[in-house]
């Protein structure tokens, strides 16, 4: 009953979760440095906004978003309907799959970057093209764009990557998108955008959206804005990918919980400003503990810190864990990402692999 290419796919898998890691090793604290979230929690002003929108559940939520898109629309200079609401950035990846690509066509990605693109292609199914990363853990947008055929309907590009936390600049992207055939479609997943927003040279896919580019930006509330919990993404398109979207998305995929937090969000720059700041120190506390062992980890530029150990990652993942300090192996067997928490969980982090590490 099942379509054999659904049955290759594998589950997501989360990171272990703090109360398992508890009963497991009988530790009275754990943290955990693993997903990516905002140590710092969300808004107070996004938690009574979601609160006061509790007490009118059972109504159905805002199938537009519009009062959030409209939000979106006047911040980015870009028409409200061009702006499309997700539960999360993950639905909005399964709708670019679903919208655009077909058992003829390809997908290309990076490699590592984001474990999700890879779900698009294979539920389509299409096939798989991934391209390594340069030798500095970053997208080779070069090898990327001699790699694209005709078939390639879609590239995905993460910017900061996920996991290594690397950036391209405004100018390699740009290098890019000219060398593009018309038929492909690129998107650049901006989910950690406001930390790198800093930076000189730095792309900005909303730029990109106003001036007619073949692009889809996407954004999450999820990171800086800490409504992991409550999914929430959003995408600019150009018009007719846009439509595309609306035509096959579910009509109330995105709460009304989540629909009023993030407009409250939108409004605490403060908040937004205490986050940035604390994930600056953050980083550099995580790799400064890296570098007291001898290993050098990317220069990243999202909310983690990407590492290559030089040896087997697995004894200091569970060194780590045994400390009550839970991070994220990635699939080889000498990587590891540990995610900025606060100051007291990344000064443990550091203590804790001082402890562990071989020697």
């Given amino acids: ?83 499309v609401l997700g539960n999360g950035s993950d639905e909005l990846i399964h709708l670019l799959g679903l919208a655009l690509l077909g058992p003829d066509d390809e997908l290309m990605v990076g490699n590592p970057s984001f474990v999700r693109y890879d779900a698009a292609a294979q539920i389509a199914p299409c096939r798989l093209v991934k391209i390594p990363l340069d030798t500095r853990f970053r997208h080779d947008l070069s090898a990327m764009a001699k790699a694209v055929t005709e078939r390639t309907k879609l590239v995905f590009v993460a910017n900061p990557n996920n996991p290594t936390g690397t950036v391209v600049t405004r100018t390699e992207w740009r290098a890019f998108l000219r060398d593009l055939p018309k038929t492909t479609l690129a998107v650049l997943d901006e989910a950690y955008f406001e930390f790198a927003a800093h930076l000189e040279d730095f792309p900005d896919s909303m730029e990109d959206v106003r001036e007619g ?5 996407m954004r999450t509330f999820s990171k800086t804005y800490g409504l ?3 999914r929430m993404g ?36 403060a908040h937004l400003a205490r986050t940035i700041e604390n994930n600056r120190l953050g980083l550099e506390t995580i790799a400064g503990a890296f570098r007291a062992v ?66």
């Fill in 234 to 269: 959003y995408a600019a398109c150009p018009p007719v990918i846009a439509d595309a979207l609306f035509r096959i998305r579910e009509p109330f995929s995105v709460n009304s919980l989540a629909q009023a937090a993030a407009m409250a969000a939108l409004d605490d720059e």
């Fill in 228 to 230: 992991a919990g409550i």
């Fill in 213 to 217: 580019l073949p692009v889809v930006g």
């Fill in 1 to 83: 009953m099942i379509r054999p290419n659904v049955l290759k796919m594998h589950p997501y898998s989360p990171g272990k979760p703090i109360e398992e890691a508890q009963r497991e090793l009988g530790l009275e604290r754990v943290i955990k440095l693993a997903s990516n979230e905002n140590p710092l929690g969300p808004s107070p002003k996004a938690v009574r906004a979601a609160a006061d929108a509790a007490a009118q559940m059972h109504l159905y939520p805002d199938a537009s978003g519009y009062a959030l898109r409209q939000a979106l629309a006047k911040r980015h200079a870009l028409p409200y309907e061009q702006i």
């Fill in 294 to 359: 001898g290993v050098e980890p990317c220069e990243s530029y999202g909310n983690f810190v990407f590492a290559d150990l030089g040896r087997p990652a697995a004894p200091v993942l569970d060194g780590l864990l045994r400390k009550g300090v839970i991070v994220r192996g990635l699939g080889h067997p000498q990587w590891l990402r540990v995610s900025v928490g606060t100051p007291e969980e990344n000064e443990l982090f550091a203590e804790a692999l001082q402890a562990v590490w071989p020697g």
